[in-house]
């Protein structure tokens, strides 16, 4: 069989019943057994079929890291249906065009995100029927507990092609359009089988998710927990103390963090309440971690940290480091087994090694395309190559630097600039915490060079001091003119710095 939903099942003849996921809430803990997901799984698929949903169809999933999560994930999928996450924190308008573009059969929510969706949802036609968990006395509007009365052999896992669709998630809009990423049963699990074999997990294992679960490695980490038998534990919003807290009481072998995480950790830790001694792997992905940084982390947590690289549309892992290999500061390690991977010019040119160029891959964690957007799957698929936007290097190991994005390149007077030169001497500073550099409007160069940049906790430093601490190691045409000081930047809610926010920014100032 090859619907993914049977793993969880093979999970139980494997492994027996133990404690699969633990929901750490603020005032209560929730532990699920991998019996007691199944069941309500199964209950959940039994429920949804009543109401009609069927093989191929999109149920819409609007909710925050709540207990329900591997269940909605399981029982859907194990339909035949598409699993269809939605950021929770997105505005009605644009969980509306999500609504709108996916045609979403059936929508499952929570309580506290109704009155955002029934905004959103006003006028949408395709959306048949609305689930809502928690008590909403609303007409039209199906309790989740109603749904889940009974299980019958309709929640059996249903039979589907590998290349059927399991899962419909739209991409953040960092760039400022969502899209829907079709990835099927087998994108999912050979990415995720390729991936065991760089990190093998044990039945033992304990891993944390503090990212939101409508990201990617959120669903993929639960989907790995059902093929390794480990338990994860699921925290409702990212606390840098209480993921130490947690770490720490619940011995946690496996964290993925993105790098603004790791910084505020780095900020609370305490050695004598903290410790790191119960972990086999800490990892660092979503976005570049600074090397200084990066020095730094490891040596106030007194652990290794790993680096990985990947994004929805490649399903989502791309290249992860060796632990049987030398650290090398600023890889993301090798590509995947089974992946292949180069990089390219504009032209489609492969780039000579050591040398920057587009990274594309291909293998059969790659996507399907972008639903309902053939142009724009025709131009990232090309040839079964994955073109992702992303600018890196090899080197002679064959691993794998991210140096950029294509769109983040500042044209100067018709030179390409790199904003990463002028970010890593920033980070160097010992009074920057975080740093951004891009592009802004310029009536001479038609773009010029400017920062922003977050200072640490009782730092000073002026604008002037900055600009020429950076044009001391970085030619004055590439370095930036410009340095405003921010409380915070604006990021996506894995964590990403949105440039294009930024830009918007500096230039209204």
């Known amino acids: 069989m090859t619907n993914i939903a049977r793993m969880l099942g093979e999970n139980i003849q494997k492994f027996g019943e133990y404690e699969q996921f633990i929901y750490l809430g603020s005032d209560d803990e929730v532990v699920l057994t991998n019996v007691e997901i199944e069941n309500r799984a199964r209950a959940l698929a039994t429920g949804l079929e009543k109401l009609g949903v069927t093989k191929g169809d999109i149920v ?3 909710i925050s890291n709540i207990p329900e999560i591997p269940q909605a994930i399981n029982g859907i999928m194990r339909l035949g249906a598409v699993f269809s996450p939605i950021i929770f924190a997105l505005t009605p308008p644009e969980i509306r065009y999500i609504l709108e573009d996916s045609k979403a059969k059936v929508i499952i929510t929570e309580k506290k995100l109704w009155p955002k969706v029934k905004e959103a949802t006003q006028g949408v036609n395709s959306v048949k029927r609305i689930v809502v968990i928690g008590n909403v006395e609303e007409p039209n509007v199906i309790q989740y507990d109603d749904l889940l009365k009974e299980a019958d052999k309709r929640g059996d896992v249903k039979e ?18 969502s899209k829907g990423v079709m990835l099927s049963h087998n994108n999912l699990e050979s990415n995720m089988r390729q991936g065991a074999k760089v990190w093998p997990f044990d039945h033992g294992d304990r891993s944390i998710i503090t990212l939101p679960m409508n990201h990617i490695y959120g669903v993929i980490s639960y989907l790995e927990s059902c093929a390794v038998g480990c338990t994860t534990v699921l925290l409702p919003q990212f606390d840098p103390v209480k993921v130490l807290d947690v770490i720490t009481d619940y011995k946690i072998t496996v964290v993925g963090l993105v790098p603004t ?4 950790m780095m900020q609370v830790y305490d050695s004598n309440k903290h410790s790191m001694k119960s972990m086999k792997l800490m990892v660092s992905s979503g976005a570049p971690l600074a090397e ?3 020095k730094q982390a490891m040596k106030i947590f007194g652990i290794q940290i790993y680096h990985a690289y990947g994004l929805t549309e490649a399903g989502p892992t791309v290249a992860r480091q060796r632990k049987d290999r030398p650290l090398k500061y600023g890889s993301v390690g090798p590509p995947l087994p089974g992946l292949k991977l180069k990089l ?9 090694q050591g040398k920057e160029g587009e990274i594309i891959c291909k293998g059969p964690g790659v ?3 972008y639903w309902n957007k053939p142009e724009l799957t025709a131009a990232a698929l090309k040839d079964g190559w994955l073109y992702t936007g992303d600018l890196g290097r090899l080197d002679e190991d064959g691993e794998l630097y991210i140096t950029g994005r294509k769109k ?10 790199d904003p990463g030169i002028s970010e890593k001497w920033l980070y160097k500073h010992p009074a920057i915490l975080e740093a951004a550099v891009v592009g802004i409007p310029d009536d001479k160069y038609g773009e010029e060079v400017a920062a922003v940049v977050v200072l640490k906790q009782g730092q000073k430093v002026t604008e002037e ?3 020429d601490y950076v044009r001391e190691h970085v030619h004055h045409f590439s370095a930036p003119i410009k340095v405003a000081v921010m409380d915070a930047l604006p990021k996506s809610a894995t964590g990403k710095i949105l440039k294009r926010e930024i830009r918007g920014i500096l230039k209204r100032g």
């Open 60 to 62: 819409g999933v609007i």
């Open 160 to 177: 589907v092609s590998k290349d059927d669709l399991a899962i419909l998630m739209y991409t953040a809009g960092t760039t400022g359009f």
């Open 261 to 264: 995480m790791i910084i505020m």
């Open 292 to 294: 200084e940084t990066l």
């Open 344 to 352: 390219v010019y504009d032209d489609g040119k492969e780039v000579p």
């Open 367 to 369: 996507m399907k395309g």
């Open 408 to 417: 983040d390149l500042i044209i100067k007077g018709g030179e390409n600039i």
């Open 465 to 467: 001091e900055l600009i």
